[in-house]
């Protein structure tokens, strides 16, 4: 119910007290109400300014927030108002909609954020009023073409292949996105090449070619080197037909293929081939044969495939129907009439041209476009009278459906723009979001190394960490979490591919450590997770390289081992040797060790710590261990 | 000879005519598609999304073991990010995967929607979330414990089968992405299941039920220790 009847709700009923006297039977009871009757003013602070209004101005509302329950979790206890951390003004026109009923849309503001704050406040957008209600369905479809636009450059094809896509589907693909790769790059190069020496043979085959010997005409080159040109025509309609059999196995949807209209072109243009090799050479179908041959010059609309700006003519078209319609029938219109007055007129004059009124047709074209061939000209005084009259009005016609359709023609122009402008946009926003997602991660491989070097050595600890918000404390909480559920641990691209090639080389160390190593290698056949017998080598590691990396660079080589007995005394040692380390807080370069990470070296091993099982009870238990994590033990070695 | 050849220049522009109102009928009939592009029609505004509006502060404070002024701020941000009061799929996967940057975590977010999602109508509302955070983070232990089990049961059975934790299990591995250090096998997920179901499985008839679940959890320490690890996460 409307807001303004609530407020004669009380008339209406005090005024029921006319139906007493009549009544049949005894009234009911009315309702009774609790809530208190006095109207309290409400104050509403967004953002900072503070607004006030009547409870019930809200109440007339209930289904939306501040007419039900809901604003209670806005309401802020200590300063006895309801807060809102939203925009103030629009504020302004919400509230106004309580008030006065109407939700007026503020032409100045941009309809996402209008839109948002309506759905925020729970007020359904239809309720706009009428004065407003225009601009906004504008608007409002206005930006869902953009986003429909930016949605499907979003899925566009410049996005990478999934990695285990069918050959068919990368056929597809090349073929629909030549620029993905090479070889597509290069059968479109070839077919347009190939579409413009058919396009260019079909031409030059009615030049007049010099006849040869014992001829006087001139002879058309077409029919003097017809040799030549059924080998050229041959070998380019095999090329159209082998691409367009590629492209019909390739399709997704062959159906849909099918019906397209470039398939449709593709048909059309290698058809009359076909036909022509199939039909006999006689007389009686040459007619035929020649309308074949003239469905040939089809072949250029293939082009359409090649040219962006033919496909943008060709839908300005398309979508323009309705005003060419209607230029085609007014034209007809006058056509028709122009051409009988005239007609009509200049009957009478001898050796007059206008014979008949589908003659004068041809006159009244010519006129009404500013032709003006001159092969019919009127004589007589009416007919030239007409004829000038035909002219002006000619000018007028062809004008008036002209602005609409370079309109449209502009609008679908503008639009390509955009989308071209926003590909490659998008490939900036890619590359950045790469950008923010590596930072993430190593802020996470940084925030491990951090972790490790609390309770080492406080001075040097508190110039390496950086600051960090309480946020990022706790998402890189949660991400460790992770990984010790799965027994794994982040690593970057470049550590992952160092891994994964030592992984299939085998373990190829620097320095002094090859032996150890090797040994370890020798012992683990499988894979890159290493198994019992490494530790003993990484040990051994550690105690080399330590001596080896002090001042020098530092690796950082960390290893994880399953459940195991660990000799109590290495972890000392290389706690001891992880004191001795210069802390450097920048990024490192790493050499191809063991495993190395490169990121500030000495995590230390009280990270994830074998559970039961292990036999160094005091030493490696963890206090952090998740619900899910398995018997691990950490251990850097440097 | 002059009209020989106008009679074949008008039996050619005949079958061109031809041509052309065959295609124009078979687009007609819908054999052919000749519109390329989608003209966006000038439909109505669809209608606005379903509204949702949560049930009262005190009565959320009455099923859950939140403070008045937790409740408000969790609403706070529940509204920001989803002014219907609804979370539908889309939006859970989406947010929870900015979460996890290095990997795939919509399966994950999938099956956590549907733990969410205790009324399975396939949308999140305020008070389901409250109350699940409620349970997460201070509840008892064996509601905790609970509430897990309600996350593996993908099916809701009451039965935890091997298929059920292999698919939660490779949804977790799939979270952490391609570079990992170990590489991440594919074996991985199930040799972690049948760890699993090892510890769990008590009588070995292949289903983990709610009490075996509980009881293993209750002998484990670890898990145990760690329950209390995201008490103050709000």
Known sequence: ?638 | MSVRWETEGLQTVGIVCLVIMFLKLMHLLGLIDITETDDSSDSDLELSTVRHQPEGLDQLQAQTKFTRKELQSLYRGFKNECPSGLVDEETFKSIYSQFFPQGDATTYAHFLFNAFDMDRNGSIRFEDFVIGLSVLLRGSVTEKLNWAFNLYDINKDGYITKEEMLAIMKSIYDMMGRYTYPCVRDEAPSEHVDKFFQKMDRNRDGVVTIEEFIETCQKDENIMNSMQLFENVI
């Open chain 1, 1 to 638: 119910m409307a807001a303004g009847v609530a407020t004669w709700l009380p008339f209406a009923r005090a005024a029921a007290v006319g139906w007493l006297p009549l009544a049949k039977k005894t009234m009911p009871k009315p309702p009774v109400d609790n809530s208190s009757r006095s109207d309290e003013i409400l104050y509403l602070n967004v953002s900072g300014v503070r607004f006030q209004t009547w409870k019930n101005t809200l109440d007339r509302y209930p289904d939306t927030l501040l007419g039900s329950s809901e604003k209670e979790f806005f309401f802020n206890e200590d300063t006895e108002e309801y807060f809102f951390d939203r925009d103030h003004e629009m504020f302004r026109h919400i509230l106004n909609f309580y008030r006065t009923g109407k939700l007026h849309y503020p032409r100045h503001e941009c309809i996402q954020a209008f839109d948002e704050e309506l759905a925020f406040y729970g007020i359904v957008p239809e309720i706009i009023g009428d004065c407003c209600m225009e601009e906004y369905r504008d608007r409002k479809k206005e930006n869902q073409e953009r986003l429909a636009e930016d949605t499907e450059a979003n899925e566009s094809m410049d996005a990478p292949l999934p990695p285990d896509s069918t050959p068919r589907e990368r056929l597809w693909r090349a073929f629909e996105n030549p620029h993905t790769s090479t070889m597509a790059l290069v059968f479109y190069y070839v077919t347009g090449f190939f579409i413009a020496v058919s396009v260019i043979a079909n031409v030059v085959e009615t030049v007049p070619c010099r006849p040869p010997e014992g001829r006087v005409k001139d002879l058309p080159c077409g029919e003097k080197y017809q040799l030549a040109f059924f080998c050229m025509d041959t070998a380019c309609v095999l090329i159209f037909t082998f691409e367009y059999l590629m492209r019909l196995f390739a399709a997704p949807s062959r159906c849909k293929f099918m019906r397209s209209v470039m398939s449709v072109i593709d048909v059309v243009a290698i058809m009359p081939y076909y036909i022509g090799l199939v039909m006999p050479e006689n007389e009686d179908v040459s007619g035929a044969f020649v309308t074949l041959r003239v469905f040939r010059v089809f072949r250029i609309f293939k082009f359409s495939r090649h040219s962006q700006g033919l496909r943008i003519l060709g839908y300005t078209l398309k979508s323009c129907a309705s005003e060419l319609g209607f230029l085609l029938f007014s034209l007809t219109m006058a056509i028709i009439i122009f051409a009988t007055v005239m007609f009509y007129a200049e009957k009478g004059t001898k050796g007059s041209t206008f014979t008949s009124i589908p003659a004068s047709f041809w006159y009244t074209i010519v006129t009404m476009t500013t032709l003006g061939y001159g092969d019919m000209v009127p004589n007589t005084i009416a007919g030239k009278i007409f004829g000038s009259i035909c002219s002006l009005s000619g000018v007028l016609v062809i004008a008036l459906p002209v602005p609409v359709i370079v309109s449209n023609f502009s609008r679908i122009y503008h639009q390509n723009q955009r989308a071209d402008k926003r590909r490659a946009q998008q490939k900036v926003r890619l590359a950045r979001i790469r950008m923010a997602k590596k930072g993430t991660t190593n802020a996470f491989l940084q925030y491990k190394e951090d972790r490790g070097l609390r309770g080492r050595d406080s001075d040097s600890t508190a110039l390496c960490v950086k600051n960090r918000s309480a946020f990022e404390h706790q998402h890189h909480h949660l991400l460790h979490c992770l990984e010790k559920t799965t027994n794994h641990e982040f690593t970057d691209e470049m550590t992952y591919s160092e891994l994964c090639m030592t992984e299939s080389v085998g373990f190829r160390t620097s320095r002094s450590t090859s032996l150890s190593s090797q040994q370890g290698a020798q012992n683990n056949p499988t894979g890159c997770c290493p198994r019992r017998a490494r530790r003993r080598a990484a040990m051994r590691l550690a105690n080399s390289t330590a001596s080896v990396s002090r001042g020098s660079v530092q690796e950082l080589d960390t290893l994880h081992i399953k459940t195991t007995s660990i000799p109590p005394q290495t972890r000392s040692s290389l706690n001891a040797q992880a004191d001795n380390l210069k802390l450097n807080c920048g990024e490192q370069d790493f050499t191809a060790a063991i495993i190395s990470i490169p990121t500030p070296p000495a995590n230390t091993p009280d990270e994830s710590l074998p559970p039961s099982p292990a036999p160094i009870p005091g030493i490696l238990r963890n206090t952090r261990a998740t619900a899910f994590t398995h018997e691990t033990v950490k251990i850097s070695s440097l």
